[in-house]
């Protein structure tokens, strides 16, 4: 059966096209830099996104019309395996992602669960032989069950604990088996509403514990995948102990697992948080843990995880500025967890959403590294913090120079002459980047 059959392989046919179901920008064998725009992007799917969402919010029903809407269970399931590879064809894309419920039905106990994922696995792992797609990352789905009522490894309830841990046992199998690159932890119940009732060290010292026990199990059965932590503030919990990337940098460093683990970071998810998608990207760079990108974007408008697709050029921008300063992101991807609006419930919406969110990554990199090849930003850093290249600022840089002789130099200092810092400047500069480049071709 062919599910999406108004839709022909998608192509490049650039900028003046007007084709809806063809690349504007995003040209896959374009050398970027010393990398091919694909190898560059790595462009995945999110499978429950894309697949099993069906466009509820919370005022209404779903919208969504998919040819594999009639079926139930399995023969659900299974429909949607036969329908992600012919989208992933159609869109050529190098990678998927996916929760473990989001490709099989859960059963009426972990076995039965369990059981119905050998099907689907089994059936994807066929797929797959045939297909350039590869699995980006798997991951559980520790939040949605009313078990996970009080969170999932920091459940007040041992058997909670206990139940979360053999599904991440599940999923580490199945990554393996898959040939999983990464493998995510999203917390989306742990954290806490009140702590008028919470004992707060345990719940962070269970989570801890949680960590160290699935990296033990992931090296005993040999996979090898980059394991990831994807920060997320506000919802559902008042309180979410993955809150941000310094928070769970920091989580981390505690529990002695900053070797084992890097971050995933979504851009809704860090506007949330109160910070921009380039300065949580920024932040893991720096401290050499940028793994991976779920990349949407959210509304400005809205104080919840819209999942938008990305059209937003100048974050783009940004946020391809802060991957190609990392050298690329390794293992990671720019995965797609985003969703169509509830307004665009047509099949074929799916596939143009993609187009939208590929194209607004490709002008980003392209003019990313422009940026880097003249050296803009950073001859404008450079420039601003050259008092710490020689004298007293390389002293207090260098380490040699002590509190008494700081406040010695303070003593000869009448004036200090500040400079401005250009703001509005450097952001007209990257806009001209970002216009000329494409008023040019």
């Not at 004298?391 to 700081?406: H, P, W, Y």
Request: charged share 25%; glycine share 8%.
């Amino acid at each position: 059966m062919t599910y999406f059959s108004t839709v022909s392989n998608v192509r490049y046919e650039g900028k003046n096209s007007t084709n809806p179901f063809a690349f504007k920008f995003y040209n896959a064998e374009e050398v970027i830099g010393d990398k091919t725009m694909e190898d560059h992007l790595r462009f995945g799917v999110a499978y429950w996104h894309t697949f099993t969402e069906d466009l509820t919010d919370p005022f209404g029903v779903g919208t969504a019309i998919r040819p594999w809407n009639h079926l139930k269970g399995l023969d659900l399931a299974k429909a949607r395996v036969e329908a992600a590879f012919e989208f992933f064809e159609k869109l050529s894309v190098p990678y998927f992602c996916f929760h473990d419920v989001d490709i099989a039905p859960e059963g009426e106990n972990l076995k039965e669960s369990n059981k119905n994922q050998d099907v689907i696995v089994a059936m994807m792992k066929d797929y797959m032989k045939d297909s350039k797609t590869k699995l980006l990352w798997n991951t559980v789905n520790n939040f949605s069950h009313p078990r996970f009522v009080h969170g999932a490894a920091s459940s007040n309830h041992a058997d909670v604990f206990a139940y979360a841990a053999a599904k991440v046992k599940k999923g580490l199998e199945i990554g393996k088996e898959l040939g999983a690159e990464n493998y995510v932890f999203w917390g989306g119940r742990e954290g806490y509403e009140t702590l008028l009732n919470t004992d707060m060290k345990l719940e962070l010292d269970n989570l801890g514990r949680f960590f160290h026990l699935a990296v033990a199990y992931a090296k005993e059965i040999g996979f090898d995948a980059q394991f990831l932590i994807e920060p997320k503030p506000k919802e559902p919990t008042s309180h979410q102990y993955d809150f941000d990337v310094a928070s769970g940098y920091a989580f981390l460093q505690h529990y002695g697992l900053e070797k084992d683990f890097k971050f995933n970071i979504e851009a809704n998810h860090a506007t949330l948080a109160g910070h921009t998608f380039e300065h949580e990207l920024h932040y893991a760079r720096i401290h050499g843990m940028l793994g991976s990108v779920d990349a949407n974007q959210g509304h400005p408008l809205l104080g919840w995880d819209t999942d938008e697709f990305p059209t937003d050029i100048y974050a783009t921008t940004l946020a391809m500025y802060e991957i190609l300063k990392n050298g690329g992101l390794g293992r990671g991807g720019l995965n797609f967890d985003a969703k169509v609006r509830r307004g665009s419930f047509a099949a074929e919406d799916l596939v143009e959403a993609h187009i939208a969110g590929m194209d607004s990554f490709a002008v980003g990199l392209k003019v990313a590294q422009k940026l880097l090849d003249d050296g803009v930003l950073e001859a404008v850093v450079e420039d601003r913090y050259q008092s710490y290249s020689t004298g007293i600022g390389k002293q207090i840089v260098d380490e040699t120079v002590s509190l008494q002789e700081l406040e010695q130099h303070a003593y000869t200092l009448d004036t200090i002459q500040q400079t401005s810092g250009k703001l509005e400047r450097i952001k007209a500069i990257i806009n001209q980047y970002v216009l000329t480049m494409y008023a040019d071709q």
